[in-house]
């Protein structure tokens, strides 16, 4: 042998998610094996570099040392070069401060009695614990509803800044939450999002969230709050749906004076005055009278100050909660003072166009009567806009709703709290409809913006109206002519169609059915099984949970799609049936747990609230009649309605509210033939403000209705 050579070749790099491995290729060429031979061939040994170590890693702005050795020539020196980061002429490599990219860097000794002649080593640069950081600006935030806010994401120790945003742990948000863009614009909904909290709900923050993209270990938050333009001090003539309230509703605490503070609703007509509408634990307080001030915004909003407040209205008349003027109404009005007040009742948001910022313009509601709380009105979609949580829109899921309120006594929220008993009352489902401070705001139909009702309380799961018939008639004339709502002509609310309005709230706090439940169930299914089949329509027969009481087992009973099923029976030995509708045949026969599961999912089956015919509405309001009264004694019971049942489409159920965690007695699955439907929440109660320190309602003054309706309109 005459010779050797050896070349070290960077032939590529191989990337994966975070890290980039540099690929080295090491050709040996042989020569010199020819010749004469024998005694007189000579052989030449290769020059031979190797390091120690031949791979390592390094955290960001450290050292590792490596040391070359080099064999075959008797000049044993090297230079050192690196791909990333620095190397000294004793081979001391030193990381960068920051993790470059790709991740991966090379380090090389190469002979330099022969440059032909070389050894590499792979270093992998990880970030230090404090290396990598992201932030976002601004930290925090304000943004009005429906406005537009930039965050920009600052990255350090990462070449890669690329990061992935998030409202709410959801990648892009949502229509509830707001929407953020790939570059960081948030666009904020039009609703404010919720949270429960204690027996009720109140406004919460956005949050918005950048990840980054090479290592999800690593992000940062910033919430952001939602501000509605409901909250702020309006220009003259002001606009409704914004704040205000009774300028002496305020108490003390501790030193710390607290102030009170709702909604101003609309704007009705009484003969030829106007007035504004509210509730009345918004524009009355403890010892109110006739004469009483109305300040445009509440003192909630003026930091309780009464030099940044404008009247706009003089208090009228208001139903006092303990009276026994039935049907009971939370509600009041004012009668507008000159020039204070848009006279043609636009109320912010409401419009069916938008301005140039994307923003729903004011409108006045359809003026009027409003719609009648009847059969008709459920699963009306509707929306609303008030002080706290600006415009949100949901449906309404009951009707004829008997309840008890909880009402606090004092503007602190002190005091014993008293119940107080309404019937005939509009539920909205959803829990970001309304929160503490949107008492007195006026719900409308989404389609035609008609009064539907006056909004007061709210639990986790729902908000309540008076329907809107019971309120005007309350406030009529000296002829016995009833209120109405001054408006104009009938439109859509575009804001609940904008891809940025609020959607339906998050689905309230379900239970599912126990395993001891499931095994009654079933046992009671095969019990009945012959009977159950000799129903033509029923194909299968399985075992589920209630739709009407999610706590609870049901019986399945899958039929045809579109096939009368009147004469199903709606339970057996107590036990509730479902029905659920298919598009394919079964076998007829008892399905399996499992079986009954996979049956379910692929059915055509009842997910949601909707409309009744009237004579279904009928019937079960007959058994309401009869029945509400009594259920309401009951413990843990809050109140009986009228609602379509989730188990069998298209019959009436009797609507049960329950309070959670406290105990109660066993809801039948049917009453008088009326199936019945179960939702648990907090406890209902009149909507409090939205500030630790500013509560939106207190009880309204115990006075007879005589002495609070001194001046009639």
């Known amino acids: 042998m005459s010779g050797a050579t050896a070349t070290i070749q960077i032939s590529g790099t191989?990337?994966?998610?975070?890290?980039a491995v540099v690929c080295l290729l090491v050709i040996w060429s042989i020569a010199g094996c020819g010749g004469g031979g024998g005694a007189n061939s000579t052989t030449t040994n290769p020059v031979v570099v190797t390091l120690s170590p031949t791979s390592a890693n390094a955290i960001t702005s450290t050292s590792v040392q490596f040391t070359a050795t080099v064999a075959g020539t008797k000049n044993t020196k090297v230079t050192w070069t690196v791909t990333g980061g620095t190397i000294s002429s004793t081979g001391l490599y030193t990381a960068p401060a920051t993790v470059p990219n790709p991740a991966v860097v090379t380090v090389t000794a190469t002979s330099v009695a022969n440059t032909a002649y070389a050894a590499a080593a792979q270093v992998t640069i990880q970030p230090g614990p404090n290396a990598i950081s992201v932030s976002l600006s601004p930290a925090t935030g304000t943004v009005a509803n429906f406005g537009t806010l930039q965050f920009v994401a600052s990255v350090t120790g990462d070449v890669n800044t690329a990061v992935t945003w998030y409202v709410n742990g959801v990648q892009g948000g949502s229509q509830y939450t707001g929407y953020i863009s790939p570059n960081g614009l948030f666009v904020a909904p039009g609703g404010v999002p919720t949270t429960a909290s204690g027996s009720s709900t109140k406004a919460t923050t956005a949050a918005i969230t950048a990840v980054l993209n090479d290592n999800v270990a690593y992000s940062a938050t910033a919430n952001v709050v939602i501000q509605p333009g409901n909250q702020a001090s309006q220009t003259i003539p002001i606009e409704l749906g914004t704040s205000g309230g009774n300028p002496n509703d305020t108490s003390t605490n501790k030193s710390v004076t607290i102030c009170c503070g709702g909604t101003l609703g609309a704007l009705v007509a009484v003969t030829n005055t106007q007035y504004i509408l509210s509730t009345n634990h918004t524009l009355s307080r403890d010892g109110a009278s006739a004469g009483d001030l109305v300040v445009q915004p509440a003192l909630l909003d003026a930091n309780c100050d009464t030099s940044r407040v404008t009247t706009v209205a003089t208090l009228s008349k208001f139903l006092p909660l303990n009276s026994s003027q039935?049907?009971?109404v939370d509600a009041a009005i004012a009668q507008v003072v000159a020039g204070e007040v848009d006279t043609t009742g636009k109320i912010l948001y409401?419009?069916?166009t938008v301005d140039t910022n994307n923003i729903p313009v004011a409108a006045a509601p359809h003026t009027g009567s409003g719609l009648i709380a009847d059969a008709s009105l459920i699963g009306r979609e509707v929306a609303k806009s008030g002080r706290t949580t600006g415009l949100t829109c949901s449906s309404v899921d009951s009707v004829g709703v008997s309840l008890s309120v909880e009402y606090v006594q004092n503007c602190d929220g002190t005091g014993t709290p008293i119940n107080v008993e309404f019937s005939g009352q509009v539920d909205v489902s959803g829990s970001a409809?309304?929160?503490?401070?949107d008492s007195g705001a006026l719900v409308v139909s989404q389609d035609t913006a008609d009064a539907v009702g006056l909004l007061f309380a709210s639990s986790d799961s729902s908000s309540v109206a008076n329907p809107i018939s019971d309120v005007l008639n309350y406030f009529r004339d000296s002829k016995g002519n009833p209120a109405t709502v001054v408006g104009g002509a009938a439109h859509s609310v575009v804001g609940c169609t904008l891809p940025i309005a609020p959607s339906t709230a998050p689905t309230a706090v379900t239970t599912t059915p126990t395993s001891a439940a499931m095994q009654n169930a079933t046992k009671v299914r095969d019990a009945h099984i012959s009977e159950i089949l000799s129903h033509k329509e029923v194909q299968g027969v399985g075992v589920g949970s209630s739709r009407d009481n999610p706590s609870e087992a049901?019986?399945?009973?899958f039929v045809a799609k579109d096939q009368t099923h009147a004469d199903l029976p709606q339970q057996f030995d107590g036990v509730r049936t479902r029905i659920v509708e298919v598009t394919t045949s079964l076998r007829y026969e008892a399905l399996a747990q499992a079986d009954s599961a996979k049956t379910e999912l692929a059915a055509v089956s009842v997910t949601s609230a909707s409309q009744l015919s009237e004579s279904e509405f009928q019937r079960a309001k007959?058994?309401?009649?009869?029945?509400?009264?009594?259920?309401?004694?009951?413990s843990g019971v809050q109140g009986v309605g009228i609602s379509p049942s989730l188990d069998s489409a298209g019959e009436a159920a009797l609507m049960v509210f329950l309070v959670r965690g406290v105990t109660h007695d066993a809801i039948p699955p049917v009453i008088d033939g009326v199936r019945t439907r179960v939702r648990e929440s907090s406890r209902f109660r009149a909507n409090y403000g939205a500030a630790a320190s500013t509560r939106s309602c207190r009880l309204p003054p115990k006075k007879t209705d005589q002495a609070n309706s001194q001046t009639k309109p």
């Open 554 to 557: 049901a019986i399945l009973l």
């Open 622 to 634: 007959k058994v309401h009649s009869v029945h509400a009264s009594a259920l309401l004694k009951q």
């Open 326 to 328: 039935s049907p009971a």
């Open 433 to 437: 409809f309304s929160a503490q401070g």
């Open 350 to 352: 409401l419009g069916d």
């Open 14 to 19: 191989y990337h994966r998610r975070g890290l």
